[in-house]
Structures are given as structure tokens and as C-alpha cells.
């Protein structure tokens, strides 16, 4: 059942700590910058090269995190859309990774692409919160998110637990593929070892209602980030639209100025996300926009003042590693949009025309 909450959607955001105490469990040694994973043992993806994410919808945004968190640590990394890698597969061999991220592992857009990738020679691996899923079966490896079953057709839970996932495997890749752990590692293991902590704090003290009461009334609502935040604006303007039906679109905070400031108004709330590593160049963003007349609500560390002096709100995320925030900074813009959902009285858990397995090319 719905333990006591009106959806599936809210009990699921608020599972997260849980779920990704479980995503983390045995996983993680933070003290030391250990990390061991099932059947990943070091060496795995020696003669490894490069890594390849293919996904759809929420997945494909945690997939993108993968990428960015490999390919800053060294290792050649790139995120496709599934269904367009089906179309046009990338030169792929067999010093090529190719990871499915995919809840459910039944998903048939990545189900081919993965299909694709295994013909032309590369090594897949499943990333699934589903065991004995298609995924899980068809591919070389799989590793479980170990989340929970989730209901709700938004995905929630499973988000946070494929971003954490994608940061560990990615971990043991880099130290495989360049001989040598990431000079960050232990900072970046502590703040997922804090995160389902700061995860429980939002959860306590968020303003997400109040934030979505105020801006209800507008015409769009745009989302932006840089770097790790790219992917969270992205996810935050999909599960909007999903569950709200409003109009909401993510945007790279450095792309608005090459077309959509057009649709900037005085009734488009931007929902800008900050990370602690591009903070400035995003903030002059934000001044485009607010010259525009547009309200601006920033999601940023509540250590950060400089940010939290230029725009109109703040929905604030605990201080962490920057690799991380972008978990924290979506669980914020989750309950944002099933707030602003429920107050126009969306049917939250099965939103019209989707299925949450989507099973069809
Ligand atoms: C959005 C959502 C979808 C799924 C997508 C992929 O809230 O749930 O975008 O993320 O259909 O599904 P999986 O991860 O099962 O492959």
C-alpha cells in the first residue's frame, strides 16, 4: 500500500534515504576509498577504452551523470539516447563498455540498442533495479540499484539510486581503465556515505509546497544547470511536465541565450540549479533571465550566499561534493512537481498516455 501517503510518487520520494542506504550498503568504504561491487572485483574492465550510457527518459539523465563523473576522471565517455542509438549505433569494439540504464530492464528502446552493441562487438553491462529483468538477463554483466520496487509511473527513487550506482560502478572503471583511483575519491565516497542523511533533511525541511503554490499560476516553467546539474534541470523539467502537464523544459544554463531566452517572460519561472562548480558562470544566466522580468528560483547549497542574494527563492540542498549535489538538487525539484501536480489535482501516480514500462519501439 501507500503507507499512509496520498501517492505512490511522495511515499517513494520519501523511501530515497532508504533506498539508497540499500544502493550503498557493503558497497562503499569511505575512510579507506574501498569500494567492492558483487561480482565487479578489481581488474573487471581491464582492456576496457570507453564507455558508452544508453537509456531513455529519467535513466537517460542518470546516465548522463555517468558519463560526466567518467570522463572528468579520465575514461573516454559518452550518453545516447537509446532510441536513437538503435538508428545509428556509434563505431563501437571490444575495448568498448556499453551500459544500459534502465529501471525496469524491460524497456525496448535499450533493450535494442543494447542488442545493437552486443552484435558490433562491445561488452554490455545492465544497470537495473529489476533482477531476472530482459536487461539483466541478455547482457555480458548487471549490476542491481538495489532501490525497491517502485509504483508510480514518475521516477523517483530509482533516480537517486541509478545516479549513486552509475558514480560507484564508474569508480571502478576509471581505476581499471587508468591504473588509478580518482584523486577526489574520498571525498566523493563521504558525501555518498552523507547523502541519504541529506536526503532525509530536504525531505524534513523542504519549501517545495510554498515554492510551488507561488508559481502556480505561470505560463512555463524552465529549468537550467551547468555541469552536473545539466542532467538534473533536464530531469526536473521532465517529471514535471509528466505529472503536472504544464509546460517545462530544461535547458543548459549556457543555452538560453542562443534561443530559448525568447520564451523568457515575467510568467516563466526559472528553476535555476547550482552544483558548487560553475556557480558563477550559471548565475550570470540567471541575470539574463531576471532581465528579462522572470522570476528566479535557485536550487543551491545553503552555504552558498552569493547565489541565494540574486533571485527571488531559494530551495536550499545540504553543503556536498559537487558530483553529488545533483541528487540532492532533484530531490527538491521531485517535490516541487508532485506539489504544483497536486494542486491541480493530477492522477500523480498514472499520468495520461504513460505506461511505466514502455515495452514498444
Ligand atoms: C519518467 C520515467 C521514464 C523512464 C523511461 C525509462 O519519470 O519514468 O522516463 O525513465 O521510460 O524506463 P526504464 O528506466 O525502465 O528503462
Known sequence: GKGGYEHYMLKEIHEQPTALRQTLRGRIEHVTGDISLEDFPEGTFDGIRRVQFVACGTSYHAGLAGSHFIESRGVPSQTFL??????STPPVDDETLVIGVTQSGETADTLSALRRANASGARTLALTNVIGSTAARECDDALFIRAGPEIGVAATKTFSSQVASVS?????????????RSEDIEAV??????????????????????IAKRYHDSDAYFFIGRGTAFPVALEGALKFKEISYEHAEGFAAGELK??????VTPTTPVFAVFDGQNDEKTLSNVKEVEARGAPVIAVTSDANETVSQHVDDVLTIPDTHPDVAGVLANVQLQLLSYHAAALLDRPIDKPRNLAKSVTVE
Do not use: C, N, W
Open 82 to 87: 537509446a532510441s536513437e542509438y538503435a538508428v
Open 189 to 210: 565516497l563521504s558525501a555518498f556515505a552523507d547523502l541519504p542523511d541529506h536526503v532525509q533533511q530536504i525531505l524534513d525541511f523542504t519549501k517545495a509546497h510554498r
Open 168 to 180: 560507484l560502478l564508474g569508480e571502478r572503471i576509471v581505476r581499471d581503465v587508468v591504473g588509478h
Open 258 to 263: 542562443h534561443g530559448p531566452l525568447a520564451l
